[in-house]
């Protein structure tokens, strides 16, 4: 029987899939320019032809992984903008990231394509390295505020909010590199580890 249009949405869906996460793999293991579409063809176990009939090149993949990163971060920023108890939203935001460390490797992926975006130069610039550092720079400014309402409220520790975000996003932008150098030997530190520095006490 001929496959109806969700059949084949679906297929076309699991196959970008496929390209998405072999290309992070490798893209994060071998480098950008260390990588070519024939390796990502072939990680992803499909022909190099499929390939190109979704993405007519290496760049243009890493870009859209690149995009599909910075939405996450706009993701978090809006979060961060609730008017719930700061030390409940980023307890359940830490343990929203200690859940996707432990459980596989997408998040850590993720946070280090970013890094490669912006430090490849001209290899990989594009549209998005501006967005990446408005993004961040918002999602820096959103933490810190959080931080200072959370000290008001007797919830944080006090200190330079601006210096204690950085300190969290280093934390884990950290513990993704070294997520991928240790491999199997690498142990996710529990959210009170995390949040030790911030939190005076966690329920």
Known sequence: MPRSKEQFEEMRN????????AAMQLFVHQGFGST????????????????YRHY????????ELVAYAVEGLKR??????????????????????????INGEELAHLLILINQSLLAGAATASKHDEEILQVNA?????TAQLIRK???LGEFYSGDAQEMA???YASIQGLAQMKVLLKSNFTMPTPSILTAFLMKERK
């Open 14 to 21: 699991a196959t970008r899939g496929k390209i998405h996460s």
């Open 36 to 51: 070519n579409v024939q390796h990502i063809a072939d990680t992803a176990g499909i022909s190099i032809g499929l390939l």
């Open 56 to 63: 007519k090149t290496k760049d243009q993949l890493f870009h």
């Open 76 to 101: 978090n920023t809006t979060f961060f903008e609730s008017d719930q108890s700061p030390k409940k939203l980023m307890a359940q935001f830490v343990d929203e990231v200690y859940t996707d460390m």
């Open 138 to 142: 918002r999602l820096l400014d959103t």
């Open 150 to 152: 959370g000290q008001q």
């Open 166 to 168: 950085v300190l969290f």
